[in-house]
Every structure is written in structure tokens, then in C-alpha cells.
């Protein structure tokens, strides 16, 4: 069964930092492109970054570029996402995606507050 499990979601106080995790288990991680989405109340799921199966290209939304960098260790299976300078904006239900294939993980939940 092909499925990935976020964490390291939590409460952080503006300014802080947060390193997700997104563990992949039953498929061949390293023909997958993988990203990273977001979902605040109230609003649509939002694109916040992907990075090539190897790893090699990324790529950032306008809101989180320059703070936020993804990244993969394809022998764990596994993308994270560091998240630095956070601000309360970035509050959301963060998802791992499997692109291409539509496979979602749980969500892991940030919380930006002071």
C-alpha cells in the first residue's frame, strides 16, 4: 500500500523554526517528484514547494521562498520541509503530496503564535 505520513507539525512563536518530515513507505520513492502543500482555515489548499525525484530542482511559492527549504534523503524515504522565520500566516495544515500520482498524506498541523 502505497501511502506517506507527515510530522513534526506544532506550536512555534513568530520568528521560529520547524523541520516537517514526510516518510514514504510502498512505492519507488526515487522515481517520484514530491512537494509540499498547505491548507489554512478558511481558504484553499495552497502549492508551498516541490523538489525533483532526485532531488536536484526545487522550487518555492513567492510567500515562503527565502525562508523555507525542501529537501529529500531518497535511502530514508523521506522529504522534509525547514521551515525558518515563521509568521503567523504560515499557520495551516501542512501536507506531503506524492506528484503525479495523487497520493496525500494525513497532515501534520503547524501553529504559528505568540
Known amino acids: 500500500q502505497m501511502q506517506v505520513v507527515e510530522s513534526g507539525g506544532g506550536l512555534v512563536q513568530p520568528g521560529g523554526s520547524l523541520k516537517l518530515s514526510c516518510a514514504a513507505s510502498?512505492?519507488?520513492?526515487?522515481?517520484?517528484?514530491m512537494a509540499w502543500y498547505r491548507q489554512a482555515p478558511g481558504k484553499q489548499r495552497e502549492l508551498v514547494a516541490t523538489?525533483?525525484?532526485?532531488?536536484?530542482?526545487?522550487n518555492y511559492a513567492d510567500s515562503v521562498r527565502g525562508r523555507f527549504t525542501i529537501s529529500r534523503d531518497n535511502t530514508k524515504k523521506t522529504v522534509y520541509l525547514q521551515m525558518n522565520s515563521l509568521k503567523p500566516d504560515d499557520t495551516a495544515l501542512y501536507y506531503c503530496?506524492?506528484?503525479?500520482?495523487?497520493?496525500w498524506g494525513q497532515g501534520t498541523q503547524v501553529t504559528v503564535s505568540s
Open positions: 503530496n506524492v506528484m503525479g500520482i495523487g497520493i
Open positions: 510502498g512505492l519507488i520513492f526515487t522515481i517520484y517528484h
Open positions: 523538489i525533483s525525484n532526485s532531488g536536484d530542482n526545487t
